[in-house]
């Protein structure tokens, strides 16, 4: 019996590499003990939310229990939160954005599914930089879209405009960018992306359907030695801005985020009606009302970022010491070091024989490389040094 | 200039009959004033949420503020709350359930969305007794499903499984069934579901593609006058039974819902994986953690159902002494009368004038009818009763 549409059933057998790998971590955990386990495979944000979350639950706690307290809102979201996330991003993006141009969502993913539906027509396509988060595919291929990865240079991974430009067809429909960026770490620099939106508002001068500047922002907050993450919106009015709270709340599980359009944007109430339309029919109805209150409490919090950093500069040392060869991030909290050799699955099955759970960088689209996820306990990155001196050892051996 | 797709154009410009006549009773509150209008269209549940629900909320105010204590979970949900929801369904669906055979998802509308993204092939069909929830059109259609509406017969719209029946083809893939039902309030009852089941068990037996029974039970606790809501599990192997807790518990805005397999079904764990994996890309990634926490601490509690019942008689008082003409609704929170001499919107726009607004029968593909949701308060209601006579009177009058 086929009690599945063929297109899901094959998706279940070419099961994501990152779920692959943080089941081979519990397997591993089983046979090991897990203090000889070094998991660097999933993203969870492990970091507390602010203590302050707990006084705004509490006062929340005190104030829904009426009628409608958690109730239906307007399918964009609670006009307080839209408001105040406005001013936020106005700040933030430097261009002055009024509560109707934000729409709440149930996490960025929400934001990314409720847009392409808006825009995509079957058979348009989304560039996107490789290495890139995986789950860009299904989010635009629900809707007949078709995901074009189009290779960065690494080390770095910087943003090379010419290449994303060089594949751009009548049906790319949207540049998909998430800086700073998983799984690499690297933060888009101005230039660069001037480059990009220039090129891409030219063309658009002269095409029916825009191409679109989507910014996938869920990291802007881990910016690290410094590191200035350009304003987006300011670039293009084709350029839309959406992010979450997952990670600089550490709220993930909750599933809050914002989807913000570009004043400039002729036409921006049709698009915002069709976000709005989006989101409520593809069943989110809207953000959760809890956590938007809880955000909308918090909006001026983040975790404690020293945290993150110290983490990276521990991992930094350790890959150095066993002499992987990577790009320090200046973003995020990954890192995406060369796989010796080249095969990183092979790699990465050496690397588990000695504890360390890594994902293949080809689970991002991008072979020869590997990613390693620093959402965990500083002790554990540090713990591992001898796993990774000991698997470098192993896999460098003629 | 083309920002959206072509059907998100179209579906924005037939704004629904619900949305449009929430938007006149806006309009009639200023100049009528507010007191002078008795707005019967939006369903937003209006009794408050159980007492319980602010110890609950205290209690997670002082536990979640650690590390990955609102983090990610696996997606089908917090395996807590899928235990405890599996031994609720199984004394209520009369089916052994265990966790794994429930999915925790964003509201009623998430759990109908993944469902049929796992399910459904584009040119499929979803037959529907009409008059129906005209979301449901949305649902199917973002992945090429057709929504097939059956007219059922009033004034009771009782299910009548010959007419569902007569309507089967090739390519039906789902028979999409609500009750207590949105917007007439029937409830179906265990010989015509049974019948139902019966044939569609038969038709199964020589397809490859077997047709599902899809329950939609949000308003399964909304049964009165000592009216039982059979249990559809043991129907069929191909019954999936889905919910949600935003009316029983006024959490609508929070947005959690479940969907259940029947462990009956031969690849239960097939349909379980695709549902979790189009859980997870098409955004929703899991159910809000702080939704499914309080959902488990008032998992044995519902809303005072005392409270929809006085409306429902003030509101069969009402229409009667105006001298309507309509089934009395034994479930949900709606009534669905007729329209005098047949037309709708002509009688909706005369109740307007009066100060009542409903929502024509079309909106939910059954013209000649009108809706009337009783989510409101009693005083509303009763204070409507000179405001319907007149319309009556004016409407009636040669």
């Known amino acids: 019996m086929q009690l599945i549409a063929a297109d899901i059933e094959n998706a279940m057998t070419n099961a994501s590499w990152i779920r692959r790998m943080f089941e081979a971590g519990n397997d591993l955990r089983r046979t090991r003990g897990a203090d000889q386990v070094f998991d660097f495979s999933l993203g969870n944000p492990d970091v507390p939310p602010p203590a302050k979350a707990r006084e705004v639950l509490h006062a929340l706690a005190d104030s829904v229990v009426k009628p409608c307290g958690l109730g239906y809102m307007p399918n964009a979201g609670l006009p307080a939160f839209r408001e105040a996330l406005a001013q936020k991003l106005s700040h933030e993006q430097e261009v002055p954005l009024e509560g109707k141009h934000i729409l709440a969502t ?14 995509l027509e079957p058979g348009d396509e989304v560039l996107v930089p490789a290495p890139y988060f995986v789950e860009y595919g299904f ?9 074009r990865p189009v290779p960065m240079q690494g080390p770095d991974f910087a943003l090379d405009p ?29 230039a660069a992306l001037q480059h990009l939106a220039s090129a891409v508002n030219t063309l658009n001068d002269a095409r029916k359907r825009p191409i679109y500047l989507l910014f996938d922002e869920p990291y802007r907050v881990f910016a690290f030695d410094g590191a200035n993450v350009p304003p987006v919106l300011p670039l293009s009015p084709f350029s839309v801005v959406l992010g979450s709270f997952s990670k600089s709340l550490s709220l993930a599980g909750e599933r809050v985020g914002y989807v913000a359009v570009n ?13 709005t ?36 500069k521990a991992m930094a040392t350790v890959l ?29 099955q050496c690397l588990m024989k000695h504890g360390v759970i890594a994902v293949p960088g080809r689970g991002f689209g991008m072979p020869g490389y590997i990613r390693l996820c620093c959402a965990v306990d500083l002790s554990i990155i540090t713990r591992s040094a001898e796993a990774f001196k000991a698997a470098m050892a192993e896999f460098s051996a003629p």
Do not use: M, W
């Open 277 to 312: 339309l989006t989101n409520r029919t593809l069943g989110y109805v809207n953000a959760p009302i809890l956590g938007q209150k809880l955000a909308l409490g918090l909006l001026h919090e983040q975790v404690d970022l020293t945290i993150y950093d110290a983490r990276r």
């Open 162 to 190: 010419a290449a994303l430009l060089a594949q751009v067809t009548d049906r790319t429909r949207v540049v998909l960018l998430n800086s700073p960026n998983n799984p690499t770490g690297a933060i888009y620099s101005q």
């Open 320 to 348: 150095s010491q066993a002499g992987l060869r990577f790009s320090l991030p200046r973003g995020a909290f990954y890192f995406f070091p060369e796989a010796p050799g080249g095969d990183d699955v092979a790699f990465c």
């Open 106 to 119: 149930v996490g960025a993913a929400g934001a990314l599914v409720a847009f392409f539906r808006a825009v």
């Open 263 to 275: 004043p400039a944007l002729e036409g921006v109430e049709t698009l915002l009606a069709a976000l």
């Open 139 to 147: 989010y635009c291929g629900h809707f007949g879209g078709k995901l």
